[in-house]
């Protein structure tokens, strides 16, 4: 007998299996049974809420640029320079002191974990 060829007289055998198991009384079968639907159903029914909701409106994000002439000479550079200078200066010490701030942040958190990490390598 070939594996790949039906056998004649066990056609539909495992139809008559599953209908003899069903028939057998077992009071956890139907847990199974409703477990085994409602899982996938809970899954699909929440991708398709969260496919159906509509995204929040989000406006774009404007960023404005100066708008320079090809022209200006290098002392109009240097003057816009000098007055930028502050700023840029007030910014980076921020950025700077932002950076120290977590540096210490994980210097604390590997002391109370006993790491030492001023040891060089």
Do not use: C
Not at 11 to 31: C, E, L, N, Y
Not at 90 to 107: D, G, P
């Amino acid at each position: 007998m070939s594996p790949f060829k039906p056998d004649p007289e066990h056609r539909g055998g495992s139809i008559r299996d599953m209908m003899t198991v069903f028939r057998q009384p077992q009071p956890h079968k139907w847990a199974f049974i409703l477990a085994s639907v409602a899982i996938p159903a809970a899954v699909i029914i929440g991708f398709a809420i969260q496919y159906n909701k509509e995204a929040e409106y989000k406006p774009p994000t404007v960023i404005f640029v100066k708008d320079w002439p090809a022209n200006r000479t290098e002392e109009q550079v240097k003057a816009q320079q000098a007055l930028d200078a502050p700023a840029e200066r007030e910014y980076r010490e921020a950025l700077e002191a932002a950076e120290a701030a977590r540096r210490q942040q994980f210097r604390d958190i590997a002391n109370e974990l006993g790491i030492d990490v001023d040891k060089k390598r």
